[in-house]
């Protein structure tokens, strides 16, 4: 029996839309709660950096620009679960064809405030820090990349268990 055999046999598990795999309860929470360490690593590293290469005001705006790319994160991974959850509830009960050619009635003025604020936030910041702090705008910019990072970090360590369950098969 393959992995995809296991996989569709579980009947608490929900498929992929537009597909009969599916996808195991709980399978990305792990994935999120590395993210959120890999943030918090990959802060303290680059705070020491900026702080020992720039000085206090780098190291502050590292401390800003971390702080406001994790509030963007979570307020993006909110939104991202209010908007699946949303659609899930639209499309319950219908068939992956219906899925296909039929668009749910989801509100999404709720999220394009939030996504409007996201944005507005992060400009506000960095228009400040720019206007008369070159290095620590130089600082919040390194933290808010910091997810970006961390995300690539995960899924690399992510990947790597993987590949070593293939190759022990």
Not at 117 to 139: N, P
Request: proline share 4%; with cysteine.
């Amino acid at each position: 029996m393959t992995a995809r055999d296991q996989i569709t046999q579980d009947d608490s598990q929900e498929p992929y839309i537009l597909s009969e795999v599916t996808i195991p309860h709980g399978a990305f929470s792990g994935f999120y709660r590395g993210v959120i360490r890999n943030i918090i690593i990959l802060a303290l590293l680059a705070i020491a950096a900026a702080l020992i290469g720039r000085g206090i005001e780098a190291g502050l705006g590292v401390v800003i620009g971390s702080i406001v790319a994790a509030i963007n994160f979570w307020w993006m991974q909110q939104s991202i679960t209010a908007l699946t959850n949303a659609y899930s509830e639209a499309m319950q009960g219908q068939e992956n064809m219906q899925l296909a050619t039929t668009k749910p009635k989801i509100p999404l003025q709720p999220q394009a405030v939030k996504f409007f604020l996201r944005y507005l936030l992060i400009g506000s910041v960095a228009f400040v820090m720019m206007k008369d702090h070159r290095d620590a705008a130089l600082g919040f910019f390194t933290g808010l990349a910091l997810p970006i990072a961390a995300l690539l970090l995960e899924a690399c360590l992510q990947l790597i268990p993987s590949s070593n369950k293939t190759k022990a098969s």
